[in-house]
């Protein structure tokens, strides 16, 4: 990530999330070139990211947003104000209702859903789609792969049977997760294997997200090719996909401190005042490993640091790393590339701090735009 180091940083709050207005700005120059060369819109995918006060910078750029439930379609009409793409596993009945005015478009997940709510549907201006499981995933964690064996999530082709039910108009196929320009084009391979019998009977179809367009190793030239061939054979349809992590990678950070240094015979934990578990469950679910800034993988003779998370949780930890200089207690620590994800998932287990969330203006200027507090952490709870 290339932030320019900032005297300001020493003096910002922490825990605190930070997005550099900058990055994000290079990210979105990205689908501004793939939706000029290519026909396809680009959707703000909610449960990817979420920070509304930035949405007056993503709104120019994109096509409006995609909502997973009720208070994401909320979010997505009050804040963005375009486009309202929904889909949700499954739809309470007392949700269907507030959701519709919400919507331009609502996705059902399975047969037996769209035939118990799709009347709802009728004589409304929303458009009614399937969400369809292509049968293939390039993602190797299963707790992120849409596509297992025994997937809930999508309706397979021979659940069809050769009939499109009446009232659909297009197709959501959600399969990747943080992949390249080839998983894109066997993606599209394979919708047209599996389901090319129901492209002409549909208006758009929407490729989901996963699709890491921002990241060093993405071809975004040879998405673009593919976009376009697909399009020549179905000149019909209209494109849209919904990136999550892409519009955000690398555009920010989680400041920490050091608050206690626990020695030990084989490494040193480093106490911090940020939770990995409440603050960055991805760190412990997908598993990954951040890059922490100043830090590097750990070789014969160095120091090693295990980060120690501020919740009692005994696997709140992330190790291991070394440094050029050893620790104090109260230096800084900044967590890479911690936009996308993270901070919608964030919790107030164990009623640790929650991070404040501001941003970096291009400026140089810091800009707080969030502080949390006891009253947040006890209102959620009664």
């Known amino acids: 990530m290339s932030i320019p ?38 959707m703000l995918a909610l449960k990817g990211f979420a920070l509304f006060p930035c949405f007056p910078w993503l709104r120019s750029g994109l096509g ?10 909320r979010l997505a009409a009050e804040e963005f104000g375009k486009e309202v793409h929904v889909y949700a596993p499954t739809y309470r009945p007392d949700d269907l209702p507030a959701i519709i005015p919400l919507a331009s478009h609502i996705t059902f997940n399975s047969l037996g859903q769209w035939h118990r709510y799709g009347e709802l549907l009728r004589n409304t201006t929303v ?44 197709f959501l196929s959600h399969n990747l997760c943080e992949s390249d320009h080839l998983a894109l084009a066997k993606t599209l391979g394979q919708i047209e294997k599996l389901f090319g019998q129901y492209l002409p009977q549909i208006e758009w179809l929407n490729l989901g997200g996963g699709h890491l367009l921002t990241s060093q190793g993405y071809d975004v030239d040879y998405a ?17 996909m919904e990136p999550g992590s892409a519009i955000a990678w690398r555009t920010g950070f989680l400041i920490s401190t050091v608050e206690d240094l626990i ?23 997908m598993p990954y490993r951040p890059e922490v800034r100043g830090a590097r993988v750990p070789t014969t003779g160095d120091r090693v640091y295990r ?13 291991d790393y070394a440094f050029d200089q050893p620790l104090q207690v109260g230096d800084r620590l900044i967590f890479e590339d911690m936009m996308h994800y ?3 998932k ?18 140089g200027e810091f800009e707080l735009w969030r502080t949390f507090g006891y009253e947040d952490y006890r209102n959620r709870l009664g």
Not at 307 to 319: M, P, T, V, Y
């Open 5 to 42: 180091e900032n005297p300001l940083l020493s003096n910002l709050p922490s825990p605190c999330f930070v997005l550099a207005e900058e990055l994000l700005q290079q990210n979105l120059a990205i689908f501004e070139r793939l939706q000029q060369s290519a026909p396809i819109e680009v």
């Open 64 to 73: 409006g947003a995609s909502a997973s439930s009720l208070w994401e379609a």
């Open 127 to 170: 458009k009614a789609g399937l969400r369809i499981n292509p049968e293939y995933s390039p993602v190797q964690t299963d707790l992120y792969n849409p596509c297992v064996p025994g997937s809930r999530l999508g309706v397979q082709a021979a659940m069809l049977e050769g009939n499109l039910p009446l009232g659909i108009t297009g």
């Open 224 to 240: 673009i090719a593919v976009i376009r061939e697909f399009h020549q054979r179905h000149p019909h349809l209209r494109l849209l």
């Open 263 to 285: 020695e030990t015979p084989e490494f040193t934990h480093a106490m911090l005042d940020v939770s990995f578990t409440a603050h960055m469950p991805d760190c412990l679910e």
């Open 307 to 319: 980060l120690g998370g501020s919740s009692c949780l005994a696997g709140d930890f992330l190790g």
């Open 342 to 344: 993270t901070m919608v």
């Open 346 to 363: 964030t919790t107030t287990f164990n009623g640790v701090h929650h991070p404040a969330i501001g941003c970096l203006r291009r400026s």
